[in-house]
Nanobody, 124 residues
Framework: QVQLVESGGGLVQAGGFLRLSCAAS????????VGWFRQAPGKEREFVAS????????YYADPVKGRFTISRDNTKNTVILQMNLLKPEDTAVYYC?????????????????WGQGTQVTVSS
């Protein structure tokens, strides 16, 4: 089992940036693919980005490609989501999620482990 804690959310103007962190504890971190999902008010939760267990492969949803970057440091049990050129439509609660032994994108998976979420609000 792995525990996930997100941080770094906040309020930012359109065009700005935020850096979300996901800190993991518990089992061997490198056994898990890790991703970010988001849920805006009145909308379904959606996949944002994920990174493979080694960090060698990354996957992004089309709306964030070219603006968001996901990375991980297995020595620090941390995953980072760097969000640049933020738009009002990026406003949502962002969740870190982990799935053991996943070999590809998390876009078509419902991960087993979730953090509590962090609010991101982008003003126009």
């Amino acid at each position: 089992q792995v525990q996930l804690v997100e941080s770094g959310g906040g309020l930012v103007q359109a065009g700005g940036f935020l850096r979300l962190s996901c800190a993991a504890s518990g089992r061997t971190f490198s056994d898990y693919a890790v991703g970010w999902f988001r849920q805006a008010p009145g909308k379904e939760r959606e996949f944002v980005a994920s990174v493979s267990r080694s960090g060698g492969s990354t996957y992004y949803a089309d709306p964030v490609k070219g603006r968001f970057t996901i990375s991980r440091d297995n020595t620090k049990n941390t995953v980072i989501l760097q969000m640049n050129l933020l738009k009002p439509e990026d406003t949502a609660v962002y969740y870190c999620a982990a799935e053991p032994r996943l070999l590809s994108t998390m876009a078509r998976t419902t991960p087993t482990y979730w953090g509590q979420g962090t609010q991101v609000t982008v003003s126009s």
